[in-house]
């Protein structure tokens, strides 16, 4: 599988808004939930950010005014350009983690579809919320790369950006993807050797999925199709093992 046929994975979850329209529409909730909560902390941060950025750049103060300023713009753009990769990651690690019973419905839904061996139950509220508080972790240490690689002169933001999209987008395929490959009792060594013999479609669903969510309240309405389309994605990669 290659990174377009990962693309089309959640292209056939968003489908499901047609056919399913109720059961995807219950995915919302925990959505909403996380995007209030992290919608309030990245305002709060815009907010006080120039603040911030002057308490921790105090060497800059004797600078000329034109590098002083453009240095701390630089600085300004790399802290917002990690903040969005940090809370894309921890929104899907909160959505997750608040709404595991939600996303359970949905996903056993497309595994009745697809016929065959079906899991009776999930990975648990609880390793649930832990699994998404990992994924908040990783997400954090992605924006403190994304950050370091802004500070470049002129490109930094740049690639930046683009790094922590494939980065953020990776992690999140493996997240979602792991959930029911993990209901079938695959440990984590067996989940992660799957996956790489996947990469390109693992890769082509999860910066789909990223580049959804970096669009305003598109992730509310994404992660549904988003767990769903993970479904198939680890389905197809399961039957596509030789027997």
Request: glycine content about 12%; hydrophobic content about 55%.
């Amino acid at each position: 599988m290659g990174f377009g046929q990962g693309a089309g994975f959640l292209l056939q979850g968003i489908r499901l808004w047609r056919t399913r329209t109720r059961l995807m529409a219950l995915g919302i909730v925990p959505a909403v939930i996380a995007m209030i909560l992290l919608t309030a902390a990245f305002i709060g941060l815009v907010l006080v950010l120039d603040d911030l950025i002057a308490w921790a750049t105090p060497f800059a103060n004797d600078w000329a005014d034109a590098a002083r300023s453009t240095f701390r713009t630089v600085v300004f753009i790399g802290v917002l350009a990690g903040a969005v990769m940090l809370s894309i990651v921890t929104f899907t690690g909160l959505t997750l983690a608040v709404g595991d019973p939600f996303y359970e419905k949905i996903w056993k839904q497309v595994e009745i579809s697809l016929g065959g061996e079906i899991p009776e139950r999930g990975v648990g509220w609880i390793r649930g919320a832990l699994d998404g508080l990992v994924l908040v972790a990783m997400g954090l240490a992605t924006a403190v790369i994304v950050f370091v690689i802004g500070l470049l002169p002129v490109i930094g933001a740049i690639i930046g950006a683009t790094l922590g999209l494939i980065v953020s987008g990776r992690l999140l395929a493996g997240e979602l993807v792991s959930r029911p490959l993990e209901a079938r009792g695959m440990d984590r060594a067996a989940r992660a050797d799957l996956m790489r013999q996947h990469r390109g479609a693992m890769l082509g669903f999860g910066v789909c999925v990223q580049a959804c969510f970096l669009v305003p309240f598109g992730g509310i309405l994404v992660m549904p199709a988003a767990v769903a389309g993970a479904t198939y994605l680890a389905r197809q990669a399961l039957e596509s093992q030789p027997s």
